[in-house]
Protein backbone atom coordinates (compact mmCIF):
# COMPACT_ATOMS: atom_id res chain seq x y z
CA UNK A 1 0.00 0.00 0.00
CA UNK A 2 1.34 3.74 -0.61
CA UNK A 3 1.92 5.84 1.88
CA UNK A 4 -0.27 8.48 1.48
CA UNK A 5 0.50 12.56 2.50
CA UNK A 6 -1.16 13.36 6.05
CA UNK A 7 -3.40 15.74 4.41
CA UNK A 8 -5.19 12.76 2.70
CA UNK A 9 -6.17 11.53 6.10
CA UNK A 10 -9.08 12.26 8.22
CA UNK A 11 -8.75 13.82 11.07
CA UNK A 12 -10.19 11.20 13.19
CA UNK A 13 -6.58 9.21 12.05
CA UNK A 14 -4.88 7.50 14.65
CA UNK A 15 -1.03 9.44 15.40
CA UNK A 16 1.58 8.67 16.96
CA UNK A 17 4.24 11.42 17.98
CA UNK A 18 7.82 10.64 18.46
CA UNK A 19 9.81 13.39 20.09
CA UNK A 20 13.79 13.12 18.81
CA UNK A 21 16.84 14.21 20.70
CA UNK A 22 19.08 15.07 19.67
CA UNK A 23 17.19 16.89 16.49
CA UNK A 24 18.54 15.26 13.34
CA UNK A 25 20.94 16.30 10.73
CA UNK A 26 19.81 15.88 6.79
CA UNK A 27 21.88 12.43 6.51
CA UNK A 28 20.05 11.26 9.74
CA UNK A 29 16.64 12.59 8.18
CA UNK A 30 16.87 10.78 5.50
CA UNK A 31 18.13 7.87 7.09
CA UNK A 32 15.07 7.53 9.20
CA UNK A 33 12.57 9.05 6.31
CA UNK A 34 13.70 6.30 4.14
CA UNK A 35 13.27 3.42 6.79
CA UNK A 36 10.16 4.72 8.12
CA UNK A 37 8.95 4.76 4.09
CA UNK A 38 10.04 1.19 3.79
CA UNK A 39 8.25 0.04 6.82
CA UNK A 40 5.19 1.93 6.27
CA UNK A 41 5.27 0.90 2.73
CA UNK A 42 4.70 -2.97 4.01
CA UNK A 43 2.76 -2.16 7.49
CA UNK A 44 -0.50 -4.59 8.03
CA UNK A 45 -2.78 -5.24 10.80
CA UNK A 46 -4.00 -8.97 10.26
CA UNK A 47 -2.55 -8.79 6.96
CA UNK A 48 -4.49 -5.62 5.83
CA UNK A 49 -2.72 -2.93 4.91
CA UNK A 50 -2.76 -0.32 7.01
CA UNK A 51 -3.37 3.42 5.20
CA UNK A 52 -1.19 5.73 6.93
CA UNK A 53 1.50 8.41 6.29
CA UNK A 54 4.20 10.08 7.76
CA UNK A 55 5.97 13.66 8.58
CA UNK A 56 9.24 15.08 9.95
CA UNK A 57 8.60 18.07 11.57
CA UNK A 58 11.78 20.07 11.93
CA UNK A 59 13.68 17.26 12.43
CA UNK A 60 12.54 17.21 15.95
CA UNK A 61 9.23 15.00 15.46
CA UNK A 62 8.42 11.82 13.79
CA UNK A 63 4.36 11.75 13.28
CA UNK A 64 2.88 8.37 12.04
CA UNK A 65 -0.58 8.33 11.52
CA UNK A 66 -3.21 5.70 10.46
CA UNK A 67 -6.56 5.85 8.81
CA UNK A 68 -9.40 5.81 10.83
CA UNK A 69 -11.40 3.36 8.99
CA UNK A 70 -7.89 1.26 9.00
CA UNK A 71 -7.58 -1.60 11.36
CA UNK A 72 -4.15 -1.41 13.95
CA UNK A 73 -3.72 -4.52 16.29
CA UNK A 74 -1.81 -4.98 19.20
CA UNK A 75 0.96 -6.83 16.80
CA UNK A 76 0.86 -3.90 14.22
CA UNK A 77 1.64 -0.85 16.39
CA UNK A 78 4.25 -3.17 18.44
CA UNK A 79 6.01 -3.08 15.20
CA UNK A 80 6.31 0.32 14.76
CA UNK A 81 7.58 0.52 18.08
CA UNK A 82 9.91 -1.87 17.56
CA UNK A 83 11.02 0.19 14.24
CA UNK A 84 11.54 3.27 16.29
CA UNK A 85 13.69 1.24 18.91
CA UNK A 86 15.91 0.17 16.18
CA UNK A 87 16.31 3.80 14.30
CA UNK A 88 17.03 4.87 18.02
CA UNK A 89 19.85 2.52 17.70
CA UNK A 90 20.64 3.31 14.39
CA UNK A 91 21.04 6.84 14.97
CA UNK A 92 21.87 7.06 18.30
CA UNK A 93 19.36 9.16 19.07
CA UNK A 94 15.81 8.77 21.72
CA UNK A 95 12.63 8.90 20.55
CA UNK A 96 10.94 6.66 23.19
CA UNK A 97 11.86 8.72 26.39
CA UNK A 98 9.41 9.10 28.68
CA UNK A 99 10.96 11.40 30.98
CA UNK A 100 12.02 13.76 27.90
CA UNK A 101 10.12 17.15 27.63
CA UNK A 102 10.02 19.37 24.17
CA UNK A 103 9.41 22.69 24.07
CA UNK A 104 10.16 25.77 22.60
CA UNK A 105 13.56 28.00 24.09
CA UNK A 106 13.64 31.75 24.28
CA UNK A 107 14.61 32.05 20.88
CA UNK A 108 11.73 29.97 19.52
CA UNK A 109 13.70 26.90 18.75
CA UNK A 110 12.39 23.51 19.62
CA UNK A 111 15.03 21.93 22.70
CA UNK A 112 14.34 18.63 25.01
CA UNK A 113 15.31 18.26 28.27
CA UNK A 114 14.62 16.36 31.25
CA UNK A 115 11.16 16.89 33.61
CA UNK A 116 13.15 18.50 35.62
CA UNK A 117 15.14 20.55 33.34
CA UNK A 118 11.45 21.41 32.27
CA UNK A 119 10.56 22.44 35.42
CA UNK A 120 13.97 24.60 36.72
CA UNK A 121 13.89 26.16 33.42
CA UNK A 122 10.31 26.64 32.21
CA UNK A 123 7.05 28.64 33.57
CA UNK A 124 3.32 28.75 32.55
CA UNK A 125 4.17 30.75 29.46
CA UNK A 126 6.44 28.27 27.70
CA UNK A 127 4.95 26.61 24.71
CA UNK A 128 5.39 22.82 24.96
CA UNK A 129 5.04 19.35 22.35
CA UNK A 130 2.14 17.17 23.39
CA UNK A 131 3.68 14.17 22.27
CA UNK A 132 0.67 11.89 23.71
CA UNK A 133 -1.50 13.16 21.35
CA UNK A 134 -3.87 10.64 20.10
CA UNK A 135 -5.58 12.29 17.00
CA UNK A 136 -4.18 13.74 13.61
CA UNK A 137 -6.96 16.69 14.46
CA UNK A 138 -4.53 17.73 17.64
CA UNK A 139 -1.55 18.02 15.03
CA UNK A 140 -3.95 19.72 12.66
CA UNK A 141 -5.47 22.04 15.10
CA UNK A 142 -2.56 23.16 17.01
CA UNK A 143 -3.57 21.33 19.91
CA UNK A 144 -0.32 19.80 20.91
CA UNK A 145 1.50 22.80 20.68
CA UNK A 146 0.42 25.39 23.08
CA UNK A 147 1.70 27.03 26.52
CA UNK A 148 2.75 24.75 29.52
CA UNK A 149 -0.46 26.36 31.62
CA UNK A 150 -2.82 24.98 29.09
CA UNK A 151 -1.25 21.35 29.01
CA UNK A 152 -0.77 18.56 31.13
CA UNK A 153 2.62 19.62 31.35
CA UNK A 154 1.60 22.41 33.74
CA UNK A 155 1.70 19.62 36.39
CA UNK A 156 5.93 19.47 35.81
CA UNK A 157 6.32 23.19 36.74
CA UNK A 158 8.00 24.35 39.97
CA UNK A 159 5.25 26.51 40.50
CA UNK A 160 1.49 25.64 38.87
CA UNK A 161 0.69 27.69 36.78
Same mark, same amino acid.
Given at each position: ?26 RGAAVLLKTVDAFLGQWTAH ?5 ? !? ?6 ? *?? +?? @? ?6 ? $? #? ?45 ? !? ?6 ? *?? +?? @? ?6 ? $? #? ?19
Amino acid at each position: MPIVELDRLSDDSAIWVFGIAPPLDERGAAVLLKTVDAFLGQWTAHNVPVVC !GRELREGR *FL +VV @AAEATSET $S #GCSIDKLFGLVRGLEKQLGISMLDPNAIFFRDQSGRIASGSRSEFRD !GCNADTIV *FD +VT @AQRLHDLR $S #GVWERPARDSWHRQLLAITA
